[in-house]
């Protein structure tokens, strides 16, 4: 596998654009974007899992069913939740702008909206700017990117990916774009992301492999507890590179195997990016946990870790404080033996450990305190036991979380 | 039922003080505490649910067992927690030292510690102090202050009770303390409590009404979602008050509804105080569900909003962010019908209604600033069915909450 550029315009065939058609009032940021294939694509996504679901989740849940997609058109600024049946036409009347530009099916084009819940989406701003919109569209990276800022918030950070790998000797590629910062939790970690792929690959296949990717990363990234109302991850495949000649993906092959570890990895680069770009971040936190039962049991006790409040704010204050780490695995709610757990703590600086079978050892402040200044913290656990073995990436709390989230609206 | 002074002192025959021995190095302020009765008390207690549990919570779980206390001796400062076999040593050793100044058995001594965890317990400087402990006691308001000083962490009030209701005609008293702050987490809310009565009890009825009180007060309190090692709330009854001619309080009794109306509306008091005091907070945040399938699912929903740091950020900045509210219940876990889902604020500045069926109505921003601007602010939803309702007790997260966590050890 190896990294190249493009975001989700590298795999062949797919165009992406973004710009301003006011929703964003205010900041007059980009706020609206379109992802757009030239062949019809087999499609596989994931949604939200809370009972409040956005009229966009709805809708492209529908049309997802069908397993085609031709294009994406997604918005920011405004979730479109809570909105009721205004809310819902206004998101079918998203899909059916889109399909009109291009003479497609409305069922064969998803729509995503992120931002504040309970606004009435302003569809005329939409309706006068689709002719914008679909002028904007791009093969290149100037497109990804416009695209991907059309679809931030609170992001600060670009946090996108674009790899090729080989199936059957014939490059294929592999692009996305995700946008995260606040609202992330884990299942179904909170975040509107989009991949696209010249593979030629069967639903069922695409699927399994997407639900893989999700589990393994956004579902173990967590910023704040909060799981939104309007979280999709999307993936197209177009099948572009079957023209070059790479064979069709079919399942238990070792082609297979190398597509859904890119796709695994690719996922991975971008929740991690997500916890680093978390609303107020100043550090990255990488949970590791081994040693447990099985990978379940792993996955709950690093995801409990990674989501205590108290342990953000540790981190954030640079604070070896590592009881709060054993007390954030006791209400975890798996079973471990805290008389075997021992607790390392690394970054760039170095790496120290500070808890042997659930007890203090000496360690120099001073060293600890160095470690945790770093920008990306390692937090090592292990409980003592064999096996089991995961990773769930976190950020910390800082002063900037509350002030962005304290007045969010204005 | 009617509030009198005193607190742990006010029920007769009970004693309190508290001094410093040591712990608390830096600050100086008290941090050892002892409630002594006269008489050997029925005495019933629940503990943390954490699977790592402090050493206290071991030897006082294992002392309850036998249903009799003569006296709590308590410390803040550390929690004497992942501190090993040489923690559980001091915890009993705590316990031996409070037993030998009053010639008890040391089974009839609880153990209760608070403070920062995995570091070992000076159990020297409790043992230089005892003595200086026990002239400590006084059987007034002053002896229950001293003591209450002596819990207290990161704590800014004092959170008491005292109350007296009739029994037969005859009055019986009840009081309590509670230390609380960080670490607050529904289901064993996350502090130490305290509660003497001079009511004449058994002890499956002093247990049970004690689960009651818990189950509708402590366990519906949330400060950061934290559940702590050290929780444990302590409740001693030495029925002095026969002496006065109360009766012994019975099953199924209107004496029995009384007390354990009394304890429950005080431990609410206490939960709420606890909430107010949550760390950082500007806030005391009410959240009431009605309408729910059952009262679980009421509590279930209520605990999901208060819990929520982006209605506790959007309180902190008195900004009427409702979306985030109904996306709060929306992963709560309870079913509801969003579409009949509507949501209040109100505070001592007025009432305003934000959202009827699941969807936005106008309401004057200005006016709801003012409301949210409140001390005490209550969010009231109604989620349209008929029946269950609970109340849960939260507050903002602010600024400040990082501050005090960012590093709590120095």
Chains 1, 2 share one sequence.
Not at 83 to 104: I, N, Q, V, Y
Not at 272 to 278: F, N, Q, S
Request: proline content about 2%.
């Amino acid at each position: 596998m190896k990294e190249i550029s493009g975001g989700v315009c590298a795999p062949k065939g797919f165009k992406a654009g973004g710009i301003w058609c006011g929703i964003k009032a205010g900041s007059q940021k980009r706020d609206l974007a379109l992802i757009y294939s030239e062949q019809n694509c087999t499609a596989a996504a994931m949604f939200t899992t809370n009972r409040v679901q956005a009229a966009c989740v709805l809708v492209s849940r529908e049309h997802i069913a069908g397993g085609k997609l031709h294009a994406v058109i997604a918005n920011s600024g405004n979730a479109n939740a809570c909105t009721g049946e205004a809310g819902l036409a206004a998101a079918r009347r998203m899909a059916e702008l889109a399909a009109d530009e291009f003479a497609l099916s409305p069922a064969h084009v998803a729509v995503a909206s992120t931002g504040v819940i309970g606004v009435p989406l302003p569809i005329a701003a939409i309706e006068n700017s689709i002719g914008a919109l679909a002028n904007s569209l791009r093969g290149d990276a100037s497109g990804h990117a416009a695209a991907l800022e059309a679809i931030m918030t609170t992001d600060t950070r670009m946090k996108e990916f674009s790899v090729e790998i080989e199936i059957g000797g014939v490059p294929v590629r592999l692009g996305g774009m995700v946008k995260g910062a606040g609202m992330i939790r884990p299942n179904m970690a909170t975040m509107l992301c989009f991949i696209t792929t010249d593979a030629a690959i069967d639903r069922e296949l695409l699927d399994a492999s997407l639900r893989g990717a999700v589990r393994r990363s956004f579902n173990r990234a967590i910023v704040d507890s909060d799981t939104s109302t309007n979280d999709m991850v999307i993936i197209m495949a177009n099948g572009a590179s079957g023209a070059s000649g790479a064979p069709r993906i079919t399942a238990g092959s070792g082609e297979y195997e190398t597509f859904a570890r890119a796709l695994e990895d690719s996922c991975i680069k971008l929740a991690r990016a997500m916890a680093r770009d978390g609303e107020g971040a100043s550090k990255l936190i990488t949970v590791t946990v081994t040693g447990a039962a099985d990978e379940t049991s792993a996955e709950t006790l690093a995801k409990s870790v990674a989501a205590s409040s108290l342990v953000k704010t540790a981190c954030f204050g640079a604070d070896a404080n590592w009881g709060r780490i054993l007390c954030a695995l006791g209400y975890a709610g798996a079973e471990f033996d805290p008389h075997k757990t021992g607790v390392r703590f690394r970054s760039m600086a170095g790496e120290i450990t500070v808890c042997v079978n659930g007890e203090p050892v000496p360690f120099s402040e001073e060293q600890a305190k160095k470690i945790l200044s770093g920008e990306e913290i390692e937090i090592l656990v292990d409980v003592g036991a064999d096996g089991g073995s995961a990773t769930a990436w976190g950020c910390d709390l800082t002063y900037d979380y509350v002030k962005i989230n304290g007045d969010y609206r204005s």
